[in-house]
């Protein structure tokens, strides 16, 4: 076991399976000589050689696009994108291929792509390097979508999604990058994509949160319990699949949701969790479910950024007005 | 080849001319009259598919299709060396004789398009990919395909297509830039066939030729006529070594002609003229490849006779197998998606199923009344 | 008043505008000469000439591109995307620029595109050409998504949309460009962005669609109806902004929710449908809202599009089930 | 101009040398005296700011920044001539002394890396578009407005900057086709600065220069020194010239260095060497122009303290305004997405209102206790 944050468990599940399986490449812009502009690739060039560890050109289309061939010819390409904001003009190359290849040619071609990026607010950063948009993958069939919220986490779904013949849309909390350090085993170990986590057992209300959002709740939950509500909390992990049975078992307990994201609030992964609650525990519902996230608008320039951010106390006021609903 | 024809010169690479005599006799390749003789046989048959096609299409019995009529010679030239097994084949989805000689079989073409995902993998052909129908999308694939030849240390090649409209796109760009970048084996061919759906080359694009643009990325590149079998064939043979010895990709525009509608739900004669048509049906690759022959007493109309007869029974015959044999069942639509079987999935093919059920027995009900 | 279907009602309302307007100019592939491959810019070249209506070269993001700069220096484009899987190349362009010039300058620069889409299934055509993703434009903070369902409408929404200073994503049923015809006056009218329609009025169930699916759920209801079920039908119009107040009091009436549409259910527009209903009328709900949309699955080809695509029957077979909750 | 340096011979075109002396008379561009002087105290400017800007970063008083410094001639050069109130400007990031002529105020630019949106719409400033932060996506917008431009039959010009990793994406590409085809009064302009962050120009592009990418165009190009003001002057006034006569559009490759870091969060040596960095001081736009305006007795050693020293004050001054003066407004988060206030956003705005009055109630209570 060794002491880890987000960024060396993750650059430590890269080295593993570089070593491990020479399938693997990893590359993407500033990620081979620099080791990636948040240095999660740091070193691994230097190990792994400039063949399966490099720099590209600035293009994100055919970033992905390129481990699309890859991958068909029996590779794991896992790319990075700088900031998820950046994967935009990927998004045809993610929807119209990665996201079909199985399907369209019946399961003879696949393409088994980690596409790493990102994602989030709270750096205090310009415009573009701070979108939650993870709700255009979860809506696009074909993709699976993973959100760690840990060091430990995000190794072992990292692991988990290089070793996925399914693609992978991964996407890092770049604002806990560092802010989290836990104990990681330095050996190989997966964690199940498509599995959600009870982070917390509770009674009263169910939480539902991912990435930088669960630090967040964890520290309203702190203060919700003073004022006597009991909250259980869900670790989503993987936003698609959702873990419905978790999700669905939970909310049958508690009767009361309250969901937390960065993501704008309408046609959101909390809309979607809304629709869950009431299709699969309708009758237990006490309260209506509740999504605590970001305004329909621009994540704001940093001076403005703490008005769209879900802070402890704001996930707290709403959180008692579901709780005392 | 692709210093004496280089791309800044705006010529044509061109070996015979409109009635089959060789024009060009340096670079007229080394092949055999066997090989030519099944090249032509090969592109009568596409002509022939195509035009059944058509003709099914007309009776409804087939969706949409994108005809290769008058462009045949451009993957003719592919067809007749590529190495079946290895090569990597990256189609637009003009380029029929090429997917028959890779393995394709009449099947999967007839299924694509009576609109049956099972025709799109081309059964047990090897290292093709399906059409692109996204245009142009196709190109990063083939760079990775082309990396990972090069690692794998494999003396192949990666065959590209693409249209000349689709070389507005970013993809092209990006596609054509990460392949010199990375000195990938990738053979990338332009059909640059005059017309992108009803938008003229001159509108399309801001350069006289596609092949200049191969010196924006540093490529070696070459505008060949695509209409004529040999300069098609010597072409594809040099830039294919060229790339396999690891020197990286290659930039071929073959100049050709859709003499076809774009679809068959397409009109041309809302964009284009008679005369024009007729100038390029001169140009028509099979009639010069067919001069080439007869003059040489190794073809005679007769002989095309017969053979087309046989083509037609044979397409026919296998058209009315796959018409006889369609099936689509539910699990179609939801068991290729993922490697495995997803919650979701399963549940939304359960509700379907339960909505079967009381369909049909409502139905029951209906007829009892 | 003329009879016309969408197809022509769509051509008479840019014919209209660019007489109206020497700032509108209309373009995409295919839609000067050609007419558009649907002929919805039919003729128009041929009367406004072909620097206001004109072919561009085959790339979407800079056709998008483009018009955002038209529109900051003035102009009103309306440019066309031949389909709509074919407008993920230009999702960076919407996303980054056409959604954000406004917030970004602060006012300064705004960038009213209306970028005009054909989308949804049932034409027998191959892959991509039956997209329904609404929703990501949905989810995209800056934009409005307008989807009609009628000629009339049709002609007024775009009139709403060209006149609009936001930029808007128009998606057009294309498979009822031609199947329904109206009288349509041939003047120039507007309906409001934002404003759903009823057009039923029913105690029992609200049912909710837009676009093609309207012609849809009208045949379920008259099916609904011979057993009983008398249902208020509300044609969105606008997928966003949602017109809440309409959706809200119609299911604070009915207490029941159904939703139809092509789109993949997860995360869809659907999803946040379910969610305004708890947020809005949640101590009305009598029954879960339910959802009849697509599978989590790419639209299939021709042969297996019936499985996919809502039917009257299967409409009312999930009806039946949410009226008899 | 554009034929004589012919992209595809590769030359570069310079006019003087690293020591100030004119090399090239013939293209030695028509300017006076004072022009030159104020070009060269413009450009001390742009560079004092950027100096104090990464100061004011190391002290954390502003956020991460891309410096300018070694490029200021590229921008410069238009800066000197660009009609202010006419012509567009659409800037990448690093043109800092072209943003200032065109009416930019330092608060603007303190203002957007502190991290207020107020500082991104250049206040008073006319025809200039906002930084680009997803990299060349701008460039499509320049054809767009030099689409109006011609439109409008208004003889100006769009100045559209992008840089080397720039040219790798798909809408350089677009953008490039669509100006030629539309013949847009465009002067396209890479900051070819070597490097795109870590990435060197060989890993970021298969061709040796970006000027040859013109042709692939069809369109006129120039690769030039990006660090001799007068070259890089008269490369703008003969493409824009060209441009405003509805000739088309024109790339001009600007060859210069990025001194410094990417921006303050990078640290070059990760990637590159000091001595490499010395090499590139010695053609330093500055230290060149510098040279010969002392040759000629309009500038000294001494002036150029003097006027450092009031550009210092200036600046920390207006800095010291801008930091005193900062304010954002929940309003600001809301009010500027739509033209109209749509009713999500009402209700959104309106529940962070409930949410604060709550939290200063509770924090009441809590100071209460
Ligand atoms: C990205 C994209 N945009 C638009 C279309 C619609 N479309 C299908 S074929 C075609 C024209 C293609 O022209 P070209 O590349 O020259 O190929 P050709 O049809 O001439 O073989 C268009 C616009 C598409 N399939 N993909
Ligand atoms: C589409 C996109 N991808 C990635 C980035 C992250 N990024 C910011 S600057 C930069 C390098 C740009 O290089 P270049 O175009 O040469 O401009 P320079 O920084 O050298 O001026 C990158 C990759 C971005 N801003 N936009
Ligand atoms: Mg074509
Ligand atoms: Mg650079």
Redesign the interface.
Known sequence: MKIMNIVKSINNALDLMLRENNKV?VYG??VG???G?FRVTEDLQKKHGV?RVF?????E??I????????????R?VVEIQFS??A??A???I???M??M?????????SPVVVRMPYGGGI??????SES?E??Y??T??L?VVIPSTPYDAKGLLISAIE???PIIFMEPKRIYRAIKQEVPEEKYAIPI?KAKVLKKGNDVTMIAYGAMIRECQKAIVMAEKEGVDVELIDLRTI???D??TIADSIKKTGRVVFVAE??????????I??L???EA?LS?E?????VTG????V??????H??MQTP??IL??LLETARF | MFEVYHPVKGELFEVIDNKGNIINQEWFPEIDDSTVLKAYKDMLFARTVDLMIVSYQRQGRIYTYPPNYGQEAVSQAVASQVDVENDWVVPAFRELPLYLAKGAQLRDVFLMYMGDEKGASWSESKRMLPISVPIATQLPHAVGLGYALKMDKEKHVVYAFVGDGGTSTGDFHEAMNFAQVWKVPVVFIVQNNQFAISVPFNTQSGADTIAVKAMGYGMKGIRVDGNDFFAMYSAVRDASDYAREGSGPVLIEAVTYRKGAHTTSDDPYKYRTKEEEEEWDKKDPLKRLKYYLMERELWNNKDEELLLKTFKKEIDQAFLDTENSMSYELNEVFDHLYADQLGDLIRQKKRYKEFMEWKAKRQESVQNK
Chains 1, 3 share one sequence.
Do not use: C, W
Request: avoid cysteine.
């Open positions: 490449v812009e500033d000589v620099e080791g502009v063949e720099d590209s050109p600035l293009a289309s055919t992905v696009g390129s481990a699309i061939g890859m991958a068909i010819a029996g590779y390409p904001g950046f935009y003009p998004l045809d190359q929807i119209s291929h996201a079909r199985r399907n369209r040619t019946r399961g003879k071609f696949t205090n950063a310009l415009e573009m390097h948009m709700a255009f979860a809506h069939p074909g699976k996925s013949d399914d498509g698609y699949p959702l419905k049975e993501e704008p609030t309408s046609f959101g992964v909390g809309s979607e809304m629709a609650a009431n299709e309708f519902l309260a209506p479910p509740k999504r305004f329909d608008t621009i704001p320039y940093p001076q403005g950024e008005f769209y106390e704001k006021f709403e």
